[in-house]
């Protein structure tokens, strides 16, 4: 057998022993291979069964808000077109490219949603450079997703459930991570967060406010060799309409996520980061 120099033994996101089944919770159609595709497609490639679960990921229907028409047109669509179904078959080719099943949940991204007065969630451009949008979480639209993941866990039997950080303070990861904390709590999974990419990238220094009874645990650093590296890129490459607004020659996504990590991690090396949870109650964690 080939003698492999990238220390195998390194598991992804596990002190000591592999998850058998790891269920990844991701807010939009692209966050978990942004922020841990490497991840995924280490397990995946070291045997692990991995399901990503896409929480806003269903279609609307028209009229969708201005903003929604804009962010279409900047995806390279048409403002009436069904932009969610483009983006689930995008994921569904990046997803395949790292070895991991997908799920698409039923909740609209917030692009799409109205609040209780009828006015637009969100009127303006949202991007990895805002960050205010920390207030305004629906307990309510928490509790269904809550249900809807408890039932992914059902399905999927993992050993580890990982979501976002909600580095950032995106209201969709805000949402999508508390609901995924209360279901793994519930189903007494352990659960670990990854940090946000690339809205790490554009971080003003917000600290992760976990709900209350969480604690965000000690960072882990995983580092992976160049082929899985690579294997991300190429999955990454696979969601063109969010590559239209996230890369382009003056952004150069990939190059900057490998900078980031390079300046960032104790080695200076790529991979991803992640964080235990501490959970009140919870026997101290190693
Ligand atoms: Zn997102």
Redo the contacts with the bound molecule.
């Keep these: 057998m080939e003698q492999n120099n990238e220390v195998p033994k390194v598991i992804f996101m596990l002190q000591d022993r592999e998850p058998a089944r790891l269920l990844a919770i991701s807010?939009?159609l692209?966050?978990a291979v942004l922020s841990v595709g490497a991840g995924v497609a280490k397990a995946a490639r070291d045997g692990v069964k991995v399901t990503v679960y896409t929480v806003f990921a269903g279609t609307a229907s028209p009229p969708y808000s201005p903003l929604a028409e804009q962010m279409h047109e900047v995806w390279g669509l048409a403002p009436d077109d069904d932009a969610p179904l483009h983006r689930r078959k995008e994921d569904a080719a990046a997803l395949g490219h790292l070895g991991a099943d997908y799920r698409h949940g039923r909740f609209l991204d917030s692009i799409y949603r109205k609040s209780p007065d009828g006015r637009w969630l969100t009127d303006r451009v949202t991007g990895p450079k805002q960050d205010d949008q920390r207030t305004g979480i629906d307990p309510d639209l928490v509790a269904e997703i809550k249900e809807d993941i408890k039932s992914a866990i059902e399905e999927c039997d993992p050993t580890l459930v990982v979501t976002c950080a909600a580095v950032g303070g995106?209201r969709?990861?805000v949402t999508a991570r508390n609901a995924a904390l209360f279901a793994a709590r519930d189903k007494n999974v352990p659960i670990r967060l990854w940090e946000?990419l690339p809205y790490a990238l554009f971080r003003k220094g917000s600290a992760v406010e976990l709900p209350e009874g969480f604690g965000l645990g000690s960072p882990k650093f995983h580092p992976v060799g160049t082929e899985v590296r690579t294997r991300k890129f190429q999955a990454v490459a696979e969601y063109p309409s969010q590559l239209a607004m996230l890369d382009g020659p003056e952004r150069n996504l990939c190059a900057r996520l490998e900078e980031y990590s390079r300046k960032t991690s104790p080695g200076h090396e790529y991979g991803e980061r992640t964080w235990s949870v501490v959970r009140a109650g919870d026997p101290i964690n190693p």
Aim: no cysteine.
């Design positions: 807010p939009h692209d966050d995106n969709d990861h946000d």
